[in-house]
């Protein structure tokens, strides 16, 4: 069973959103987290990562306007987004690992994705 998204919708730009990821019974705790995204008829790239004991990265063309953090007593990871663009507009994945893997796309497991459309 892949990891569960929510939280998408379709806002103006300059808005926010935030997206959730959980999965039941499956700890969040030990693995190496990450949010990607996907743009129809383009390829997947990294949005943020978040390692297990916290520490985070940042894809250049988000970075201080997303915020990637997890809650492990929720087993939940979450991305809030602010001052949200029109280049925003993707499908939202988040990932997990046993390993560090950055941005690339070799994680183990998938969320199903959920939709940000931002219009101008």
């Known amino acids: 069973v892949p990891l569960v998204e929510s939280g998408g919708g379709s806002v103006q730009a300059g808005g926010s959103l935030n997206l959730s990821c959980t999965k039941s019974g499956f700890t969040l705790r030990p693995y190496f987290m990450a949010w990607f995204r996907q743009p129809q008829g383009g390829e997947r790239e990294g949005v943020a990562t978040?390692?297990?004991?916290?520490?985070?990265t940042y894809a250049d063309s988000v970075k201080g306007r997303f915020i990637i953090s997890k809650d492990n007593t929720k087993n939940s990871l979450y991305l809030h987004m602010t001052s949200l663009k029109p280049e925003d507009t993707a499908a939202y994945y988040c990932?997990?690992?046993?390993?560090?893997?950055?941005?690339?796309?070799?994680?183990?497991?998938w969320g199903q994705g959920t939709q940000v459309t931002v219009s101008s």
């Open positions: 990932a997990a690992s046993q390993y560090r893997r950055g941005f690339q796309s070799t994680y183990a497991t």
């Open positions: 978040i390692d297990p004991d916290g520490a985070t």
